[in-house]
Structure formats: structure tokens, C-alpha cells
């Protein structure tokens, strides 16, 4: 037999050539060993002197274009320098685009000489001008491609010119047509691409002739895709038409999941759970392709709708896939998962499947961290935020508006400090929350430093922070601060009037809230549910009962809303007040539910006030039996025996309190002097003045007696001595904040202060004769209202 002949010996630049092109094919190697890989190589050409040969520049071109798939743009673009080609150049501008660096994309356009650049590489351009949003430019950089003589657009060229225009600002139908002829004359209207971006630009017009124009391409065109019909679908989405998005939906041939998908989303969006879901079943049950997307839109519809359960039946099907996603496919499945459980009260199976997860973003800390709040599981969010590797904004804002709806202002007010040390800037719903907690505290001169960080940083004009602005003030007793922001705002919604009418409300104002109401409904604002509870909550306060009843009415008469326990509470609220008990009782046999705590706590209320025994007894018995922990119910009974002489009954009561180990809610009252709260209890004797204050308060005493004050005893619902009984009403909290606000506070300065509790009568009393005595306004903010205390007179007229 002959000798095999001997191996074909390849030239080493043919053996380099097939080496780029294997690496080149090997692109799911981690890119560590990519780019490990790609540096040997470069250093072999180096050595063998096949860098930027003439005779081999395919070598050099591959390199380089290897380096912008690597990320290592610095090693591509020194490559590209030393030989500035288009080919090079498009490979080097497509890589800085999609890096989000336009200016060197550009730089290295200009740097080929005009007479080297080629259709390719203008296209190259056009489209990065086109993802950063530059319009101008890329329409630029398409006119020197047309008048370059030498040179002719393509499909690419058009499909590029079409993707930036659509950032036109003040796109018009007009703008839209003119490019749809200039594709037309050029031949390239059969092409594919071409029309999905003529039908983009159209759907991107603001016009409503546009979507008719954008119809008419899609007719016409020769063929179409999945962007082609998902262009369509979102595009009408986004116009609200949901009809017409259906409409083209429905014409789809073929399962193309992205459609499918883009549909789902728009329901979504507008809310249609029900069309959301009944679309995703025909997925499953048509074999379309389900992926995150899907799940993604689906479990968000289900846990804004409260569908718990078919978002469990969704959970389902994603544990029956879950195998097959990567894990940057699961993560915002699994983000959507927590959330569902969140929402849905299963808050510890939202932790197990956070716990679960094997990577987590921000977006996944952020979720159960609000899960936490929203469960009012204080304690467990904070550990969470400890706990939390990374923390954008809204982590600090979801963790101060917890402590706010948590009742720790204080706390709420440390965070937000905190955040602003950690050089984190605060957006507009963080400086809300931290404006409501200056609120809950009365903090005023904080609350007005941060109102002036709002207009310093340009958030005058958001709607959250000025309705937590509202309310603060009207909180901090300052309605006329509150009034003025209200009329100031440059955007007012529902949530603004309903602060506005609240605050009026609050400080007595029942006639202007009522007027504010009717103006709100005469300038097309609708009212809601709140609206309504303002407004009863206003007449409560002024003891306006036919205007209540009025308003009751017309909440379902005129507007379709149903009241809901609240508004019945406010209403037997109102007449038990107002001395009418017996309709009180007739109005609980018209509520068509079953009367619910607050319900009873109105009407024992209301027979404290009025001395029905048997009633007030029964609705005690209802309250033990649903809040047994509750201590109101117990403190109202007793009192209402007191106040009736039956001091056995009332000792009964309280001894049942004790046995059941339910402990009352200390009084206490607070004052902000000199940028410091000062807190007060009943017989406070530690705080550092309370000496000075008793001392003050004897003297203010003897000057209110010469002017009538006479200690109501009466409300000192204990059995003992007369004299004992005016040293406890001496020492009660509300009274020694005012006495330290007058003697801390400048001369002529309005006295405020908060309490946690009701105002006694007796202090309702003597803080009247002491403002008179003093020459001073005193304002007090119970946990019912503001009384403004002005010459000896209240804002309430005696009817709290």
C-alpha cells in the first residue's frame, strides 16, 4: 500500500482566523474564560505580527468586534484606532450604545473619514441616537447618508430614521406622513421591519387620526410577525382604547406568547382582572407558550384585585414551570408571588417563599418589606430593613410610612433624619410621611423646616407631600396655615378636599366644611366614602344633626355610595350627642349588617351622655363579647355609673377590667417649646420644671376664681372627698402643658397642646377662664378635636 500522504500543514494565519471564529461560536463560556480566551489570542497575533496586517485585516476586524462582545470596549476601541474602518467603527458604535455611552458611539462615526463611511455604519449611528431618545440627530446623520451622492439608504436605514423620529417632540400625523412617502418613493415599503417601526411612529403620535394611519399599514403590509401585532396591541393599550387592542388581538394568527402577553398587561393596567384571567386560561388551555411575563402580570392582577385565590391556582402552574425558568426569569415571579401572599394575609407563606428564593433584588427586599408594614407587623419590617444588603428610596419611604401608620412618629422622624445623613435624597412620598409624623406629634416648627425643604428642592407641586401638609397643620392647630397650602396647590384631587374639609372639621368649623363640600361637588370633584365621613364628622363636631342626616342621605340618593360602619358610627355619634338616644337606638334597626364595634362604642357613648342605663349596659355586653381587650369599653361603663351616683356598679366594672388584666391608656399631654415635645402625665412630678409649673398654675388659679371658675367635681368619677377631688382635676396632664406653654412660650404666643385622650370638662372649663385670665388663644387637640380657646370662650360652643 502507498504511504498516507502527509497532513495539509495550515498557514498560521488560517489557524488564528478558525480559532476566532470557534470563540466566537463559544459565547455561552462565563465571560471571565471569554475574555481569558480572547487575550490569548490577541497576544498570539501580536507575536506573530498578524495585528493590522494588510494582507490578513479580516483578523484584526474579528478581534476587535470580539472585544465589544466581550464588554472590554476599551481594548476594542484602542484596536480601532491605530486603524479607523467602518467595519470596526459599526461594531464599536453598536457596543457604546447599547452601553448607554452615545458620545463615544458618535466619536467613533467621526472618526472615519466621510469618503470610508459606509450605509452600515450611518445605520449604526442613526440607531444609537434612536435608543437614547435623540431625534434630531439621527434625522441629521440620515440627510448626510442621502446627500453623499455616493451612497443609498436600505430597509435598515429607514427602520433606524423611523425608530428615532418617533421621538420627535410635538410628533404630528403630518411629521408621520411625510416619512411614510419618503419610504414609499425609496421602494422600501414592502419591508418588514420598516412598517413595524411606520406603525411604532404612528401609535406614538398623540393624534387620534394616527391609530387609523397605523390601521391602514398594518392592511397593507405584504407579511407580518410578532412585533408587527404587539406594536398594534400595546399601542392601543396605551391609548385607553382596550376595545381596539382586543379587536387586533383576536386577528392574530399564530401563538406568539409576546401578544399574548402585551394583552394580558393591558387589562392589567386598566384594571380588567377578570378579562386578565380569562385570557391567561385560553394560553393554557391553547398550549401558548407561558413565561415570566405572563406569570409576572397575572399574580400582579390577582393580588391588586384581591383574587387570592386564583392567584394560588397561578402559583400552581408556576411550580409546575418553574424548572425551566432561569433564574433571572424567576426572580420577578417570585417578586409577584410575595407580593400576592402579602396582600393576601399569608404573610409568613410570603416570607417562606422569599426565604426560598435564590436571588433577590431590590425590588425583592422592598416586597416583603412592605408585606411587613402592610401586616402591621412592625417589629418584623424593621429587622428587614436591618437586614436589607442594599436599599434604594423607596425602602426608606415604605419603612417611615410604617412607623407613622404604626403610631412611632418619633421613630418615623429618626429614620428620615438618618436617611438624609446617608446622603440618600428623599423623594416627595418620603417627605409626605415624614410631614404626617410631625403631624401625629404636633411638631410644628419641624413640620414647617421640612415645608420649606419641599419648596427648596422644587416638591411644592406634588399632591402627596401638600395634602400631608394639610393635614399637619390642621393637626398642629394652625387650620389657617393648612387653609392657605390648600388654596395654593396647583393640583387639588379628592384627597386634597377631603384634608381641607377634615381640618375644617376638626377645629369646629362644621358650617365652612359643609360649604367647602358643596363647592368641591360644584367644580366636578366626586366625592367618595371619605368625603362623606368628613362630613359627618364635621356636623358631629357642631352639632349640626338635621344637616348630618342630609348628607347621609344623599351619600347613597345622589352619589350610588353605600355607607359603610363608619358613617353609621358618625351618625349614632351625632344623635347620641346631640341628646336624641331613642333615634339612635331606632337607627341601629336599619343598618343591613350586623353592628359592629365602633357602632357600639357611639351609642354607649352617647347613653354616658345621656344617662340610659339599660342601653349603655347593653352595648357594653356586645363590645366585651367582640373586643374584650378594649379598654374604652370598660372606662365608658364605669363612668356612666359614676356619673349616675352608682359607685358599686362602676367599682364592679373596674374590678372586671382588672381581673381580665386590661390596663387603661395613660393621659398625657404634650407641648413643642424651643424645638423640644414636652411630655406631661396626670400628677407629673418628674419633669425637671413641674414645680415651677404647680406654682404658676396657683396663681393663674386665684385669677380665674375672682372670675367665676368654679373645680366641676363632678367629673372625678371616684368616690371620695370634694378637696381630693379638685387636687386630681389641679394635676391633670392637658392642664400642665398649658401652664408650661405660658410660662415658656414668648409673650402673645398661641398656646398648643396635644392629648391622647379625651379633654375633661372641668379642664374644658378651666382652660377657658385661664385664656381669658391670661389674655392668651390656648388651643388643646384631643383625640375627638381642636378646641380654640380665645377671651374665655371655645371654638366648640361647649359641645364636644
Request: hydrophobic content about 45%; aromatic content about 8%; overall charge neutral.
Amino acid at each position: 500500500m502507498p504511504p498516507p500522504p502527509p497532513p495539509a500543514v495550515t498557514s498560521l494565519p488560517h489557524q488564528c482566523s478558525v480559532l476566532l471564529r470557534r470563540l466566537a461560536a463559544s459565547r455561552s463560556l462565563p465571560p471571565s474564560s471569554f475574555l481569558r480566551a480572547l487575550r490569548c489570542l490577541h497576544a498570539r497575533l501580536l507575536t506573530a505580527g498578524l495585528l493590522h496586517a494588510p494582507s490578513h485585516p479580516h483578523l484584526t476586524l474579528r478581534l476587535t468586534h470580539l472585544y465589544t462582545l466581550s464588554r472590554d470596549l476599551p481594548a476594542a476601541a484602542l484596536l480601532f484606532r491605530s486603524n479607523p474602518c467602518p467595519v470596526a467603527a459599526t461594531s464599536l458604535v453598536a457596543a457604546h450604545a447599547a452601553a448607554g455611552r452615545l458620545p463615544a458611539a458618535v466619536s467613533f462615526f467621526d472618526a472615519v473619514p466621510p469618503a470610508r463611511r459606509d450605509t452600515v455604519l450611518h445605520n449604526a449611528v442613526i440607531s444609537a441616537y434612536a435608543r437614547a431618545s435623540h431625534a434630531a440627530p439621527g434625522v441629521a446623520v440620515f440627510r448626510s447618508l442621502l446627500a453623499s451622492g455616493s451612497l443609498r439608504p436600505d430597509d435598515y436605514s429607514f427602520t433606524a430614521l423611523l425608530s428615532a423620529a418617533a421621538h420627535l417632540p410635538n410628533l404630528s400625523v403630518r411629521h408621520c406622513a411625510q416619512l411614510y412617502c419618503s419610504v414609499l418613493k425609496s421602494g422600501a415599503g414592502g419591508a418588514l421591519s420598516v412598517c413595524n417601526a411606520l406603525i411604532a411612529l404612528y401609535m406614538k403620535c398623540e393624534a387620534a387620526e394616527a391609530t387609523r394611519d397605523a390601521r391602514k399599514v398594518l392592511d397593507e403590509m405584504p407579511a407580518k410577525d410578532e412585533l408587527t401585532w404587539t406594536t398594534m396591541v400595546v399601542g392601543y393599550v396605551r391609548r385607553g382604547d382596550i376595545g381596539a387592542a382586543r379587536s387586533v388581538f383576536e386577528e392574530v394568527d399564530g401563538k406568539f406568547d409576546v401578544v399574548w402577553n402585551a394583552m394580558i398587561s393591558g387589562y392589567v393596567q386598566l384594571g380588567m382582572v377578570k378579562d386578565a384571567f380569562e385570557l391567561f386560561r385560553r394560553m393554557v388551555l391553547g398550549r401558548v407558550p407561558l413565561d415570566e411575563f405572563t406569570f409576572t402580570s397575572v399574580l400582579s392582577a390577582c393580588a391588586n384585585a384581591g383574587f387570592f385565590v386564583l392567584g394560588k391556582s397561578v402559583h400552581g402552574q408556576v411550580i409546575r414551570l418553574q424548572p425551566d425558568f432561569v433564574p433571572e426569569a424567576a426572580l420577578p415571579v417570585n417578586n409577584a408571588l410575595v407580593t400576592l401572599y402579602s396582600k393576601g394575609g399569608k404573610i409568613d407563606d410570603a416570607k417562606r417563599i422569599f426565604d426560598s428564593m435564590k436571588s433577590k433584588d431590590v425590588v425583592s427586599w422592598n416586597t416583603i418589606l412592605s408585606g411587613y408594614v402592610e401586616s402591621s407587623c412592625l417589629d418584623k419590617a424593621v429587622e428587614i430593613f436591618k437586614e436589607m444588603p442594599y436599599k434604594n428610596e423607596l425602602s426608606w419611604m415604605v419603612m417611615v410610612s410604617g412607623y407613622v401608620h404604626g403610631g412611632r412618629s418619633e421613630d418615623a422622624l429618626k429614620l428620615f433624619n438618618w436617611m438624609r445623613a446617608e446622603d440618600v435624597k428623599p423623594c416627595d412620598y418620603t417627605y409626605a410621611g415624614a410631614i404626617a409624623a410631625c403631624g401625629e406629634l404636633g411638631a410644628l416648627k419641624h413640620g414647617k423646616q421640612l415645608h420649606g425643604h419641599l419648596v427648596q428642592l422644587g416638591f411644592e407641586g406634588s399632591n402627596s407631600a401638600g395634602n400631608a401638609l394639610i393635614t399637619m397643620y390642621a393637626k398642629c392647630g394652625a387650620v389657617k396655615e393648612a387653609h392657605l397650602v390648600f388654596l395654593v396647590m396647583p393640583n387639588v384631587d379628592s384627597v386634597s378636599w377631603n384634608a381641607m374639609i377634615s381640618a375644617l372639621g376638626q377645629h369646629g368649623h362644621g358650617r365652612e366644611a359643609l360649604d367647602l363640600f358643596d363647592q368641591m361637588v360644584a367644580e366636578g370633584i366626586y366625592p367618595d366614602r371619605i368625603s362623606f365621613l368628613t362630613v359627618l364628622t364635621a356636623c358631629n363636631h357642631a352639632g349640626l344633626v338635621d344637616e348630618g342626616f342630609h348628607y347621609f342621605e344623599s351619600m347613597k340618593r345622589d352619589f350610588g355610595i353605600i355607607p359603610g360602619e363608619d358613617h353609621y358610627a358618625r351618625l349614632i355619634d351625632l344623635l347620641g350627642r346631640a341628646g336624641r338616644i331613642g333615634e339612635a337606638r331606632d337607627s341601629i334597626k336599619t343598618i343591613p349588617f350586623e353592628p359592629t364595634p365602633s357602632i357600639w362604642e357611639a351609642i354607649l357613648s352617647g347613653c354616658r351622655t345621656n344617662g340610659d342605663m339599660e342601653l349603655g349596659a347593653y352595648a357594653a355586653d356586645q363590645l366585651f363579647k367582640m373586643i374584650p381587650q378594649h379598654d374604652g369599653t370598660y372606662i365608658l361603663l364605669s363612668n356612666t355609673y359614676s356619673a349616675a351616683g352608682r359607685w358599686v356598679d362602676a367599682a364592679r366594672v373596674r374590678k372586671l377590667m382588672r381581673d381580665r388584666g386590661v390596663k387603661k391608656e395613660p393621659g398625657c399631654s404634650w407641648i413643642e417649646v424651643g424645638n423640644k415635645v414636652h411630655v406631661f402625665l396626670v400628677g407629673d412630678t418628674k419633669h425637671p420644671e413641674a414645680h415651677e409649673v404647680y406654682h404658676f398654675l396657683e396663681m393663674v388659679g386665684a385669677k380665674m376664681r375672682k372670675l367665676g371658675y368654679l373645680p366641676d367635681t363632678k367629673v372625678v368619677l371616684h368616690d371620695m372627698e370634694p378637696h381630693q377631688k379638685e387636687h386630681i382635676l389641679f394635676a391633670h396632664s392637658e392642664r400642665l402643658a398649658v401652664g408650661f406653654g405660658l410660662l415658656k412660650l414668648p409673650p402673645g404666643a398661641t398656646v398648643t397642646v396635644l392629648k391622647n385622650l379625651k379633654i375633661c370638662a372641668d379642664c374644658h372649663a378651666a382652660i377657658m377662664f385661664m385664656s381669658k385670665a391670661v389674655g392668651r388663644e390656648i388651643v388643646v387637640r384631643d383625640v375627638r378635636r381642636f378646641h380654640h380657646f380665645k377671651d374665655g370662650e371655645c371654638s366648640c360652643g361647649n359641645y364636644w
